[in-house]
């Protein structure tokens, strides 16, 4: 297995301007508005964000994994360093061509919340993970039972030879995320792109799992994006966090940076809502209002209908630039710009 | 999706309050009307519903629409091929349709009846004329037709064995085909309510027991069923009597397969959770199934009936066809059917099958209709 | 304690499993609930945590008797009178229901799609006639304005309202028969984070406002902290430790809410997790194992646990434990988090 340089200089994905709407009955729908971001080699970027923030869509699109009804902008660029070092732009690649086939579950895998149904019922669990490596690489079919096995075992199932016969419906919650997470490394992929993995799992679960996530990540060296709605698990697992909402980023930076030092209204506001050991009894502080429909998207910065310092005339005409508060830190708000000027 | 407090910024916004009077109605629409909007979106639904729609008022009115009635016999005009009417000759055209002069002669080969159409002579189709008398809904005595001719005859389908204007007996038929199977859902549809229901909403041993019974009733081999009983009605039924028997088995047949249906729908209502709220505020029973299911099924048993119709009228269809349903002077689409079932039909009047293809416009307009209303119905979409 | 409102003792739901021969009768139960025993005191928020198979939403659900109990018995002292939930007939239990409701998780399915909001909440007083008319439509606005929904939404039918408000209008129908008991059934998890804490809020502003008596069972532990005043931990379908809040937390004394507490993702990138391992998997509630069902988990076991069932006993003032290394056993608990946050 293979290990990426830590921290090396050219990131491993870098997405700029991406805009994806959906077609829909009730007319083209805008997902994610226009944002930038990028993951570096072996660093895990957590991505926090409600409803209809955009922020599972933003991440299949790199695989292109979008529903047919979908369109990505044309001015949209998603560009991937291949392990072979030749940096690819999948914009441009065919949907079902053969180098996008490769790069998905070969270089970039996805694991899932309900781990239940990204498993076909009807086939073993070794069954699946044997596909997966027998497509990808160039093995017999024994050698491909052993990678199976042997990941099966890395990812800490018990038995893994006994379990490797076993279908999905025999293994608990855990282990079935276990399983996802074997097939998604059996191919020792350069980005694992992890969707709310841990959201449908009891806690002690849950930190089993993230565990697991950060031993893998040190030993394969592999990037992870990390989705998720919850402040906690983030501030465990994440090198560098972006906040969305609403289909826009409105702060990135360092974890220490987003959760200590916040600078935008809505992700202060988010830590100011959540309920936390050291704050208890207390008052939350509920934001104001709801999300908006992105059929109704606000005009200007996304968040400004349920802000407590929108800056009438200002905040809702367009959306602010990004702010550089620091090397890692960016902020995109109207309070920061004018300081800045 | 609203929010709850306007900001000041938003009360200025005149695209705000535009959208508020169209989003003020779709969030005060009840669910009928949501799905009533819902179904507006179905092209192909629509068009169904279109059809069947002109075929039961085509078939409620048979004796205005077809130019005689379905007994008149033509010895003259045994087996004639449809006559498309003309809007042109070699004299010109023109608004009205009409039909070339025809005169039958004998084959000397073949000892057959044929037509000779001599084009010289020109037969206009007239409108709202004179023929002969009928009673309209079987309460009007009228003898206006929709359209006919002064010389001969005008026949769009042809004719059958015995000179009789398919066209015709091919709209009489649409009437019984299409009431038979009607009836036979709604009968169906009562039956199944009622055993179906009390499975689903009480549970445990009257649930067993009518689930055995229901299989009961499916594992009866139908064909042997539909023989024996045809055999059993007495020869000195009248048709009507004959028809309403029919009916009545069919529904008699139908039943389980609507109550297991049903009995699925009320299962799973049963579970969710606005159910169990209802009996957490301390509704009885009866106010439960009265005030909160039977609602939420309205939309679902529609639907079923809608798509149960093209069983019942297939099982009618093919019944007649074989000879185990109804009978000739009764007409219906499988009784016309019983006609083509010769080899001279076949090679030599293929208009006789054109009671197949309104059976097949039926089912399939039936079937369309049934699937739009289905995915209008269905998903009652949530927002957000 | 005359300030009681509901007590437990020892609460059974065991649901049979049917074997699959034809006259086959039940064979295995699936036990949920097995023997449970609690208080919960007027005016107080009692929180309900466990993981998958725990029990605890059967607890709450089989109190109100939407699940029938299989054993046990529930008294509920209402007007100076004590009632014995379990001895009650359907009928009177019908007319009982105006005392405790229950706020549901989904706010998407909890709702009647076919009736407007002013039905849905007016459905309680309706249903048992508990009051008519023009009395209605005032305790029905009373309702929707202490949960702080707009009058003009009482025209309107569910599907025009996000998950926040539709919650808001569970609470509404909650309340609108003046109970004095709430089930709160996991009913902020589905909510998005901002919120819950809206909901959360209002929670807990009716309760200072109207003296609302909160079971609130979840699986996120930062929410029950900050609401419940008790905590209760369930594994397996019994009580392995019951505390008030922060003492449960911080100086916990069974080995699985140790091991809960070490699980807590904290939002504070300097604190390294340190979880507790716990050995193999939640074994099934059909065949829990002997002893101490916890066990074939505990890191700290011993031969004892294997054998004998632990007493469930207050080891200190107002604090249950069913360990039997209870008073020798050094926990952790979980971590203090340092309020650096900036603002």
Same mark, same amino acid.
């Given at each position: 297995?293979?290990?990426?340089?830590?921290?090396?200089?050219?990131?491993?994905?870098?997405?700029?301007?991406?805009?994806?709407?959906?077609?829909?009955?009730?007319?083209?729908?805008?997902?994610?508005?226009?944002?930038?971001?990028?993951?570096?080699?072996?660093?895990?970027?957590?991505?926090?964000?409600?409803?209809?923030?955009?922020?599972?869509?933003?991440?299949?699109?790199?695989?292109?994994?979008?529903?047919?009804?979908?369109?990505?902008?044309?001015?949209?660029?998603?560009?991937?360093?291949?392990?072979?070092?030749?940096?690819?732009?999948?914009?441009?690649?065919?949907?079902?061509?053969?180098?996008?086939?490769?790069?998905?579950?070969?270089?970039?895998?996805?694991?899932?919340?309900?781990?239940?149904?990204?498993?076909?019922?009807?086939?073993?669990?070794?069954?699946?993970?044997?596909?997966?490596?027998?497509?990808?690489?160039?093995?017999?079919?024994?050698?491909?039972?052993?990678?199976? &096995?042997?990941?099966?075992?890395?990812?800490?199932?018990?038995?893994?030879?006994?379990?490797?016969?076993?279908?999905?419906?025999?293994?608990?919650?855990?282990?079935?995320?276990?399983?996802?997470?074997?097939?998604?490394?059996?191919?020792?992929?350069?980005?694992?792109?992890?969707?709310?993995?841990?959201?449908?799992?009891?806690?002690?679960?849950?930190?089993?799992?993230?565990?697991?996530?950060?031993?893998?990540?040190?030993?394969?060296?592999?990037?992870?994006?990390?989705?998720?709605?919850?402040?906690?698990?983030?501030?465990?697992?994440?090198?560098?966090?972006?906040?969305?909402?609403? %289909?826009?980023?409105?702060?990135?930076?360092?974890?220490?940076?987003?959760?200590?030092? /916040?600078?935008?209204?809505?992700?202060?506001?988010?830590?100011?809502?959540?309920?936390?050991?050291?704050?208890?009894?207390?008052?939350?502080?509920?934001?104001?209002?709801?999300?908006?429909?992105?059929?109704?998207?606000?005009?200007?910065?996304?968040?400004?209908?349920?802000?407590?310092?929108?800056?009438?005339? &200002?905040?809702?005409?367009?959306?602010?630039?990004?702010?550089?508060?620091?090397?890692?830190?960016?902020?995109?708000?109207?309070?920061?710009?004018?300081?800045?000027? | 999706?609203?929010?709850?407090?306007?900001?000041?910024?938003?009360?200025?916004?005149?695209?705000?309050?535009?959208?508020?009077?169209?989003?003020?109605?779709?969030?005060?629409?009840?669910?009928?009307?949501?799905?009533?909007?819902?179904?507006?979106?179905?092209?192909?639904?629509?068009?169904?519903?279109?059809?069947?729609?002109?075929?039961?008022?085509?078939?409620? =009115?048979?004796?205005?629409?077809?130019?005689?009635?379905?007994?008149?016999?033509?010895?003259?005009?045994?087996?004639?091929?449809?006559?498309?009417?003309?809007?042109?000759?070699?004299?010109?055209?023109?608004?009205?349709?009409?039909?070339?002069?025809?005169?039958?002669?004998?084959?000397?080969?073949?000892?057959?009846?044929?037509?000779?159409?001599?084009?010289?002579?020109?037969?206009?189709?007239?409108?709202?004329?004179?023929?002969?008398?009928?009673?309209?809904?079987?309460?009007?005595?009228?003898?206006?037709?929709?359209?006919?001719?002064?010389?001969?005859?005008?026949?769009?389908?042809?004719?059958?064995?015995?000179?009789?204007?398919?066209?015709?007996? $091919?709209?009489?038929?649409?009437?019984?085909?299409?009431?038979?199977?009607?009836?036979?859902?709604?009968?169906?549809?009562?039956?199944?309510?009622?055993?179906?229901?009390?499975?689903?909403?009480?549970?445990?041993?009257?649930?067993?027991?009518?689930?055995?019974?229901?299989?009961?009733?499916?594992?009866?081999?139908?064909?042997?069923?539909?023989?024996?009983?045809?055999?059993?009605?007495?020869?000195?039924?009248?048709?009507?009597?004959?028809?309403?028997?029919?009916?009545?088995?069919?529904?008699?047949? %139908?039943?389980?397969?609507?109550?297991?249906?049903?009995?699925?729908?009320?299962?799973?209502?049963?579970?969710?959770?606005?159910?169990?709220?209802?009996?957490?505020?301390?509704?009885? /029973?009866?106010?439960?199934?009265?005030?909160?299911?039977?609602?939420?099924?309205?939309?679902?048993?529609?639907?079923?009936? $809608?798509?149960?119709?093209?069983?019942?009228?297939?099982?009618?269809?093919?019944?007649?066809?074989?000879?185990?349903?109804?009978?000739?002077?009764?007409?219906?689409?499988?009784?016309?059917?019983?006609?083509?079932?010769?080899?001279?039909?076949?090679?030599?009047?293929?208009?006789?099958?054109?009671?197949?293809?309104?059976?097949?416009?039926? &089912?399939?307009?039936?079937?369309?209709?049934?699937?739009?209303?289905?995915?209008?119905?269905?998903?009652?979409? &949530?927002?957000? | 304690?005359?300030?009681?409102?509901?007590?437990?003792?020892?609460?059974?739901?065991?649901?049979?499993?049917?074997?699959?021969?034809?006259?086959?009768?039940?064979?295995?139960?699936?036990?949920?609930?097995?023997?449970?025993?609690?208080?919960?005191?007027?005016?107080?928020?009692?929180?309900?945590?466990?993981?998958?198979?725990?029990?605890?939403?059967?607890? %709450?659900?089989?109190?109100?008797?939407?699940?029938?109990?299989?054993?046990?018995?529930?008294?509920?002292?209402?007007?100076?009178?004590?009632?014995?939930?379990?001895?009650?007939?359907?009928?009177?239990?019908?007319?009982?229901?105006?005392?405790?409701?229950?706020?549901?998780?989904?706010?998407?399915?909890?709702?009647?799609?076919?009736?407007?909001?002013?039905?849905?909440?007016?459905?309680?007083?309706?249903?048992?006639?508990?009051?008519?008319?023009?009395?209605?439509?005032?305790?029905?606005?009373?309702?929707?304005?202490?949960?702080?929904?707009?009058?003009?939404?009482?025209?309107?039918?569910?599907?025009?309202?996000?998950?926040?408000?539709?919650?808001?209008?569970?609470?509404?129908?909650?309340?609108?028969?003046?109970?004095?008991?709430?089930?709160?059934?996991?009913?902020?998890?589905?909510?998005?984070?901002?919120?819950?804490?809206?909901?959360?809020?209002?929670?807990?502003?009716?309760?200072?406002?109207?003296?609302?008596?909160?079971?609130?069972?979840?699986?996120?532990?930062?929410?029950?902290?900050?609401?419940?005043?008790?905590?209760?931990?369930?594994?397996?379908?019994?009580?392995?430790?019951?505390?008030?809040?922060?003492?449960?937390?911080?100086?916990?004394?069974?080995?699985?809410?140790?091991?809960?507490?070490?699980?807590?993702?904290?939002?504070?990138?300097?604190?390294?997790?340190?979880?507790?391992?716990?050995?193999?998997?939640?074994?099934?509630?059909?065949?829990?194992?002997? %002893?101490?069902?916890?066990?074939?988990?505990?890191?700290?076991?011993?031969?004892?646990?294997?054998?004998?069932?632990?007493?469930?006993?207050?080891?200190?003032?107002?604090? =249950?434990?069913?360990?039997?290394?209870?008073?020798?056993?050094?926990?952790?608990?979980?971590?203090?988090?340092?309020?650096?946050?900036?603002?």
């Amino acid at each position: 297995m293979e290990k990426r340089k830590e921290g090396s200089q050219d990131n491993l994905l870098e997405v700029k301007n991406l805009k994806i709407s959906f077609k829909t009955d009730e007319g083209i729908v805008t997902a994610v508005d226009g944002i930038d971001f990028s993951v570096k080699h072996g660093q895990t970027l957590g991505i926090v964000g409600e409803s209809g923030s955009g922020k599972s869509v933003s991440t299949w699109s790199i695989m292109r994994l979008l529903p047919k009804n979908s369109i990505i902008d044309k001015g949209s660029s998603i560009r991937f360093q291949r392990k072979s070092g030749k940096t690819v732009e999948i914009t441009k690649l065919k949907a079902n061509s053969r180098e996008l086939r490769k790069i998905r579950g070969g270089e970039v895998a996805l694991i899932f919340q309900e781990p239940m149904s990204s498993f076909s019922p009807v086939y073993t669990i070794g069954n699946q993970i044997m596909e997966a490596v027998l497509h990808h690489r160039d093995v017999t079919k024994e050698e491909a039972e052993e990678i199976a &096995v042997d990941m099966l075992d890395r990812v800490g199932i018990s038995n893994p030879r006994q379990r490797f016969k076993q279908y999905p419906f025999e293994l608990s919650g855990g282990m079935r995320q276990r399983a996802m997470i074997a097939v998604a490394l059996s191919m020792n992929p350069s980005l694992l792109i992890a969707d709310e993995p841990t959201t449908s799992l009891d806690v002690t679960i849950q930190a089993q799992i993230l565990e697991l996530m950060n031993e893998l990540q040190e030993d394969l060296g592999m990037s992870i994006i990390f989705i998720t709605h919850n402040l906690g698990v983030i501030a465990q697992v994440a090198d560098e966090i972006e906040v969305m909402y609403l %289909g826009k980023i409105l702060e990135r930076g360092t974890t220490k940076d987003i959760i200590k030092q /916040p600078e935008h209204p809505y992700t202060q506001a988010l830590l100011k809502a959540i309920p936390r050991l050291d704050h208890l009894g207390e008052r939350l502080t509920a934001i104001q209002g709801d999300i908006p429909s992105p059929l109704s998207r606000p005009v200007g910065c996304p968040f400004y209908t349920r802000c407590d310092d929108v800056i009438s005339g &200002v905040c809702d005409v367009k959306m602010p630039e990004p702010t550089q508060l620091s090397d890692t830190h960016t902020v995109y708000c109207f309070l920061h710009e004018e300081k800045d000027d | 999706m609203t929010t709850t407090k306007l900001s000041p910024i938003e009360t200025q916004s005149p695209a705000v309050t535009k959208e508020s009077e169209e989003v003020l109605r779709y969030y005060s629409a009840t669910q009928f009307q949501l799905i009533w909007w819902r179904f507006q979106k179905h092209t192909v639904a629509k068009i169904g519903a279109l059809i069947l729609i002109t075929m039961a008022l085509m078939g409620l =009115f048979a004796e205005f629409f077809g130019p005689y009635t379905g007994i008149t016999r033509d010895s003259e005009a045994v087996l004639v091929s449809p006559q498309a009417p003309r809007f042109c000759n070699d004299d010109g055209c023109s608004l009205r349709p009409f039909l070339p002069g025809v005169t039958s002669e004998r084959n000397p080969e073949t000892l057959r009846m044929e037509i000779k159409i001599d084009p010289s002579i020109r037969r206009d189709i007239l409108f709202f004329v004179e023929g002969e008398p009928y009673k309209l809904l079987g309460i009007f005595e009228m003898n206006t037709h929709l359209f006919g001719v002064e010389e001969g005859s005008v026949h769009l389908f042809g004719t059958d064995s015995l000179g009789r204007d398919v066209f015709t007996r $091919v709209l009489l038929a649409t009437r019984t085909s299409l009431s038979i199977g009607v009836i036979g859902v709604i009968i169906a549809f009562f039956l199944a309510l009622i055993i179906g229901g009390a499975a689903g909403y009480f549970g445990g041993a009257l649930d067993y027991g009518i689930q055995r019974l229901t299989e009961i009733v499916r594992v009866i081999p139908v064909i042997p069923l539909y023989m024996g009983l045809a055999a059993a009605f007495p020869v000195e039924w009248s048709s009507s009597q004959v028809y309403f028997a029919m009916t009545l088995i069919l529904a008699l047949v %139908g039943w389980p397969t609507l109550a297991r249906r049903i009995r699925g729908k009320l299962l799973s209502l049963r579970g969710e959770d606005y159910v169990v709220a209802a009996s957490l505020s301390g509704a009885s /029973p009866s106010r439960i199934i009265g005030r909160h299911l039977l609602p939420a099924f309205t939309s679902y048993i529609i639907v079923d009936l $809608v798509i149960s119709f093209p069983y019942m009228l297939l099982s009618e269809t093919a019944l007649s066809f074989v000879g185990l349903g109804l009978r000739p002077p009764s007409i219906s689409w499988g009784v016309l059917l019983q006609d083509a079932q010769t080899v001279r039909a076949i090679e030599q009047a293929p208009w006789l099958f054109i009671p197949a293809a309104f059976v097949v416009v039926a &089912v399939l307009s039936f079937t369309v209709l049934g699937d739009g209303l289905r995915d209008a119905a269905d998903p009652y979409q &949530v927002s957000g | 304690m005359t300030d009681t409102l509901l007590e437990i003792k020892d609460l059974k739901v065991h649901f049979p499993i049917r074997s699959n021969q034809l006259f086959g009768g039940v064979t295995k139960y699936v036990k949920a609930v097995d023997g449970v025993s609690f208080h919960i005191e007027k005016g107080e928020t009692l929180g309900l945590v466990g993981e998958s198979g725990s029990g605890k939403t059967t607890v %709450g659900r089989s109190i109100l008797r939407a699940i029938e109990p299989t054993d046990g018995k529930v008294t509920f002292n209402v007007d100076d009178e004590s009632f014995d939930l379990s001895q009650l007939t359907d009928k009177e239990m019908r007319v009982f229901r105006k005392h405790m409701q229950l706020i549901f998780q989904d706010p998407y399915s909890s709702l009647n799609p076919r009736m407007t909001v002013r039905d849905i909440i007016a459905e309680p007083l309706v249903a048992q006639n508990l009051a008519t008319g023009k009395e209605v439509d005032e305790r029905v606005r009373e309702a929707a304005g202490l949960c702080k929904l707009n009058l003009e939404y009482l025209r309107r039918f569910p599907h025009a309202f996000s998950g926040g408000q539709r919650q808001r209008i569970g609470i509404a129908r909650a309340l609108v028969s003046n109970p004095q008991f709430i089930v709160c059934d996991e009913s902020v998890s589905a909510l998005d984070v901002s919120i819950q804490a809206e909901i959360l809020n209002l929670l807990m502003d009716l309760q200072e406002k109207l003296g609302f008596t909160y079971l609130f069972i979840a699986h996120d532990l930062s929410v029950v902290a900050h609401i419940s005043k008790r905590v209760a931990v369930m594994y397996l379908g019994q009580f392995v430790e019951l505390a008030p809040t922060e003492t449960l937390f911080y100086a916990p004394k069974h080995p699985y809410t140790e091991a809960l507490m070490s699980a807590i993702p904290e939002v504070d990138p300097d604190i390294e997790m340190a979880p507790v391992h716990l050995a193999g998997e939640i074994p099934s509630p059909i065949n829990p194992p002997s %002893g101490c069902r916890f066990h074939t988990r505990c890191p700290y076991v011993k031969d004892v646990c294997k054998t004998d069932v632990p007493k469930w006993e207050e080891i200190e003032d107002n604090h =249950f434990v069913a360990c039997h290394f209870a008073d020798t056993l050094t926990l952790k608990g979980a971590e203090m988090p340092n309020s650096v946050d900036a603002d």
